[in-house]
């Protein structure tokens, strides 16, 4: 005949359980590390903004175009970093060129990599009517 001891019983529910709750401490760390790790990914520019451009900003886009008029000579930018203590660096928007140029915000926050967004600022030459007319030579002379 097949005998259970009750003391052994208890014992085997008793180290059953301590299992589960170990366990269940690790999935709980586990779930609450990845989550501080998502965030991270998340460093660098929270909010970027252009005066009289549309962008739409994501953090995790790192490149954009705008196109300006040749009276135009800088963009008017503004950023706000998810860190407080990240230092912004802005190269390149200045005496923008007829054609494409490029704006380079550099973030660097401590013991991180740094994120870098590049802006594409496309400078356009809008030609006057007398101008197209020279050019497609259109005048009455003909």
Do not use: P
Not at 62 to 78: K, N, P, Q, R
Request: hydrophobic share 40%; proline share 0%; no cysteine.
């Amino acid at each position: 005949m097949f005998v259970i001891d009750m003391k052994k019983g208890f014992y085997v529910s008793f180290f059953i359980n301590i299992g589960l709750a170990i366990l269940l401490l690790l999935m709980t760390i586990l779930y609450f590390t990845k989550g501080t790790s998502s965030k991270e990914e998340n460093l660098g520019l929270q909010q970027l903004s252009i005066s009289d451009a549309d962008i739409d900003f994501k953090s995790d886009v790192y490149a954009y175009h705008v196109t300006i008029d040749e009276t135009v000579d800088s963009l008017d930018l503004g950023y706000v970093a998810y860190e407080k203590d990240a230092k912004i660096k802005v190269k390149g928007n200045e005496n923008f060129k007829e054609g494409n140029n490029q704006i380079v915000i550099t973030v660097t926050e401590d013991s991180k990599d740094d994120k870098v967004y590049y802006i594409i600022v496309e400078k356009v030459v809008i030609e006057t009517g007398e101008e197209l007319e020279r050019d497609l030579d259109l005048s009455d002379d003909m």
